[in-house]
């Protein structure tokens, strides 16, 4: 089953497809070392991984594993970011959801408003019973849009991710159907 990348409106963004025209936005902002310090990889050096990046998200759509947009702010047109639902399993009717801002979108509401509009388009497009999500212990920040979601903290992974040699926990969150109400 293929699941095609939407294109969503929300008051303030537009979320898309990517296209090459992205490429740079996407290479500044997954080179930025201070946006990634809670990510489970390091910053990009290689403007390869934008291709590997971009073939990424055809597959997804083409396999029906989920879908990453790029998120742009509908005022300037400006790309703040991408958000994914992605890891999609049709036997447990599960996927799990991600998101990565640049540090002028931090503070305004703009990784909330677009996962909830990609939250809404899931579960009105597949049989959808669960969402999960991690984040970092100490990016406060993103479990207070994983909570203003509806998103409840199920547990702590130990220990799960060495990136450049530091060692970190994240916390397990998930959203259930029955308790969406967005």
């Not at 479990?143 to 799960?160: I, Y």
């Amino acid at each position: 089953m293929t699941l095609p990348t939407p294109t969503l409106h929300t008051e303030r963004l537009r979320l898309r497809p990517f296209t090459d025209d992205d490429a740079d936005a996407l290479f500044a902002l997954q080179s930025d070392a201070d946006v990634l310090r809670y990510w489970d990889s390091p910053p990009w050096t290689d403007r390869a991984s934008v291709a590997r990046f971009m073939d990424g998200c055809r597959r997804m759509a083409d396999e029906g594993s989920g879908a990453r947009v790029a998120i742009e702010r509908t005022a300037d047109r400006a790309f703040v970011g991408w958000c994914t639902f992605n890891s999609w399993n049709s036997d447990f009717r599960s996927a799990s959801l991600g998101y990565c801002l640049n540090r002028a979108a931090w503070g305004h509401g703009y990784a909330t408003e677009a996962a909830r509009a990609l939250l809404r388009w899931a579960f009105d497009t597949i049989d959808l019973n669960r969402v999960q999500s991690e984040t970092d212990t100490r990016n406060l920040a993103s479990a207070r849009v994983l909570e203003k979601l509806g998103f409840v903290r199920e547990g702590t992974l130990r220990e799960d991710c060495i990136v450049n040699g530091d060692v970190s926990d994240s916390w397990v969150y998930g959203l259930l159907r029955r308790d969406w109400t967005h």
